[in-house]
């Protein structure tokens, strides 16, 4: 669960929702900069706060307070969430050595310049002669890398 409580008001309804409104008084969280200042010690409290009730009650509890706050997902939440999936947003590929993939797409389009998974993870110095190409090396001194052990071959 994120919890972040910015505001004066949005710090004293976290205050009030955890029984302790009296730490807007506190000098240490009664002003911004002092909670700049002590900002470990205050999150510090919101986790040890956080962890007494369910992530369902904190998402009412924020969701009334105006407090930003969202559950945290693990991979499989996120595969299987329901929106995700009617957007597209992961992708089964067919790597050449690692087999079938899932590969999160871009997540954001553009009409002019639409983005989208063009290659697959590069193996083991799969792209290191390109790259030192790129850089300005010509095919000589690439093999005096690869000789050196400074560009590594790609695997077959």
């Known amino acids: 669960m994120c919890v972040l409580p ?3 008001k949005q710090r004293l309804a976290f ?9 807007m008084e506190d000098p ?4 911004y900069s002092a909670r700049v200042h002590t900002v470990d010690e205050l999150y510090g409290f919101v986790a040890t706060m956080t962890s007494q009730k369910t992530t369902a009650e904190w998402v009412e509890i924020c969701e009334r ?6 559950p945290v997902a693990d991979i499989q939440q996120l595969m299987d969430d329901e929106h ?8 089964r590929h067919e790597h050449p050595t690692e087999g079938k993939t ?10 002019e310049s639409p ?10 110095g799969e792209h290191g002669a390109e790259v030192a ?3 300005g090396y010509d095919d000589a001194a690439i093999q005096k890398l690869l000789a050196s052990g400074a560009l590594i071959p790609p695997e077959p």
Request: charge should be positive; charged fraction near 25%; include cysteine.
């Open 6 to 8: 910015y505001s004066d």
């Open 15 to 23: 205050f009030t929702a955890v029984g302790c409104p009296e730490l």
């Open 28 to 31: 240490r969280f009664k002003t």
């Open 65 to 70: 307070a105006e407090i930003p706050c969202m």
């Open 84 to 91: 995700l999936q009617a957007v597209g947003m992961f992708e």
């Open 102 to 111: 899932i590969l999160v797409r871009p997540p954001v389009t553009y009409s």
């Open 115 to 124: 983005g989208d998974i063009r290659r697959h993870a590069p193996r083991f």
């Open 133 to 135: 190409r790129e850089l």
